[in-house]
């Protein structure tokens, strides 16, 4: 009977589950931070870690529990504080916004007294404060548009977005003009794919859907000038092929300097498909590609 079961109940497994996460060998920022968020308005305060793919808010400085994670690839937006109709009566407004699919983080607190007043290291151990919301504002900025897709180094996050603007080939051969590949496209730039001669091609993730994709980053000026015409071609023609046999395109982008060639991401090459079949080799139905 259910009252003399010696089966553990479901939910006792559900809460037993442990939420930690190792500390990532390249982090580009820590320090405490404090957000609320669409769907919870207490203000909390954690430990943030920021790598080239996620943002984790650990529980301490020290230990690997974690709150929650905010991979990168999920960003929509990161922009200054403009919506305050969530802010609790008499709390200090936010300073920055990120928007996923799903929720908007709140981040940071504007002390309505004057910073100078409060020693640097209480405000760096308490999370709040507009220096502190601003320096990490600059640094999600940056890896949300890592260095191998602008070539440049961000003075600010408008400026920023100005030097990699960008246009956009698509299947049907409309152009749409100003389109930044880093707010379609997550780029990880410890993530390489492949090289050659021209470029490298690095694992990314299309912000909406979530779905991994290989991009190609190619070097202008390592890149003949008549070619540039006859890849733009090419790029058309593989847009509108689909072939089990061939990897899919997806689109172009293009600056002054570089063009990013956006791809169907395969998971494992020929080779070790050959190795990890039966008999180690391919049968021809398969290899008539």
């Known amino acids: 009977s259910p009252s003399t079961s010696n089966n553990i109940p479901l939910m006792r497994i559900v809460q037993s589950v442990k939420h930690t996460k190792r500390k990532s060998s390249n982090v580009m920022k820590e320090g405490w931070m404090v957000h609320y968020t669409s769907k919870d ?82 405000i760096l151990v308490s999370g709040v404060g507009q ?27 408008h400026s920023g ?14 152009i749409q003009e100003n389109v930044d590949i880093n707010s379609v496209y997550q780029i990880f730039p410890d993530e390489v794919l492949g090289s050659g001669q021209f470029g490298i091609v690095y694992g990314g993730k299309q912000r909406k859907s979530g779905r991994d994709v290989a991009i190609k980053i190619i070097d202008k000026l390592r890149f003949p000038t008549k070619q540039e015409s006859q890849l733009r071609n090419e790029v058309a023609i593989l847009q509108s092929l689909h072939h089990q046999g061939v990897v899919n395109l997806e689109c172009m982008f293009e600056t002054p300097e570089r063009v990013f060639v956006v791809m169907e991401k395969l998971h494992g090459d020929m080779l070790e498909m050959i190795l990890s079949s039966e008999k180690g080799r391919l049968p021809e139905r398969i290899t008539k590609f």
């Open 41 to 122: 308005t207490l203000r909390k305060r954690h430990y943030w870690r920021l790598d080239s793919k996620c943002i984790t808010l650990f529980q301490n400085d020290t230990g690997s529990k974690y709150y929650r994670d905010i991979p990168l690839s999920e960003i929509l937006s990161l922009e200054p504080a403009q919506n305050f109709s969530l802010l609790p009566e008499g709390a200090n407004a936010h300073c920055f916004e990120i928007t996923t699919a799903s929720l908007v983080y709140y981040v940071g607190e504007n002390l309505l007294r004057s910073e100078s007043s409060v020693t640097s290291s209480t």
């Open 131 to 157: 220096d502190v919301a601003r320096m990490w504002e600059m640094a999600i900025q940056h890896a949300l548009m890592p260095a191998v897709s602008t070539g440049i180094c961000h003075s600010s996050h």
């Open 161 to 174: 977005h100005k030097e990699v603007s960008m246009s956009i080939s698509v299947s049907n051969c409309q």
